[in-house]
């Protein structure tokens, strides 16, 4: 869970720099990508851990 609370304070910060300074668009880019790949690692950990559990 740090590592998903790291990736999304980072992105977030990235697409705010991004966006305030003028002639960053490749930073805004890069912190949508981080979100982006931040999300997909969320779902993969919640459907890897919904497929270990043992049946009752």
């Known amino acids: 869970m740090a590592l998903f609370l790291i990736l999304l304070t980072a ?3 990235l697409v705010a720099i991004g966006a305030a ?3 960053m668009l490749y930073l805004m880019s890069v912190g949508v990508l981080l979100l982006i790949a931040d999300l997909l690692y969320l779902a993969a950990r919640s ?3 919904s497929t270990r559990r043992p049946a009752r």
Do not use: K, N, Q
């Open 21 to 23: 300074v003028d002639g």
């Open 47 to 49: 459907i890897w851990r």
């Open 11 to 13: 992105g977030i910060a």
